[in-house]
């Protein structure tokens, strides 16, 4: 089992038997607990959570030989679920959820802690898009505004790239070709940029840039020929 024992400086020292087996405990070195759980032979394995240093629940989920390894939760510091899902070698991998402020904000799969695969974004409970991932970049998929299809198509490190933009009623309005033509950009439902891509460049139309605290626009750059103007 886990013992402490004090230093000469007044310090709390963990220590841990190596063939230690089934419930067990752990501090740091100020003797606050930072986790609880299941062994084997020394490593966590099995079910256990891990604290933060103002003893709140920052992780609880399966291991195995000492690492994240199963099914897991992680937490805020106001104890708020940020992620759910599965872990490999102490890093997200395989399915999941992530969560903000206002609910879920994504559904898909990981590799290594990065979105790769299928997934699923969302803002205020709302679906903004949905397709494939890779290596945290949008690849390709459905980009849809306020309830309906507003882009399908591909993506260049998160821009995009072929494809084409719609109307509420469905109707084309744009069409972006390898990263050239009519575009529109949004994020979280916000308009930043409508005009025109060169090479996946703004070369004419209009940003807009927001104050992302009170979701107000703050001011509005042109390009004219790839320049601000």
């Keep these: 089992m886990i013992r402490k024992r004090n230093n000469r400086s007044g310090n709390n020292i963990r220590t841990l038997k190596k063939n230690i087996n089934g419930i067990g405990k752990e501090y740091n070195e100020d003797g606050d ?38 099914k897991g939760k992680e937490y805020n510091e106001d104890g708020e679920l940020m992620f759910e899902g599965e872990y490999l070698n102490n890093e997200i991998n395989g399915k999941g959820k992530e969560y903000g402020i206002n609910g879920l904000i994504f559904e898909g799969e990981y590799l290594n802690g990065l979105k790769n695969g299928r997934g699923k974004e969302y803002v ?18 459905k980009f849809h505004l306020n309830g309906h299809l507003e882009f399908e198509g591909e993506y260049l490190y998160d821009h995009k790239w072929n494809g084409k933009g719609y109307d509420k009623n469905g109707n084309i309005i744009y069409e972006i070709i390898n990263g050239n033509g009519k575009v529109k950009e949004y994020e979280e439902g916000k308009l930043l940029f409508e005009g025109e891509y060169l090479n996946g460049k703004m070369w004419n139309g ?24």
């Design 124 to 141: 205020n409970g709302k679906l903004e898009f949905e397709g494939e991932y890779l290596y945290e970049y949008k690849l390709k998929g």
């Design 206 to 229: 209009k940003l807009r840039v927001y104050d992302w605290i009170t979701e107000n626009k703050k001011f509005e750059v042109e390009y004219l020929n790839g320049k601000e103007i």
């Design 33 to 70: 607990l930072i986790f609880k759980g299941e062994y084997l032979n020394g490593k966590r394995n099995g079910k256990g959570k891990e604290y933060n240093e103002d003893g709140e629940l920052s992780f609880e989920g399966e291991y195995l030989n000492g690492k994240k390894h199963g």
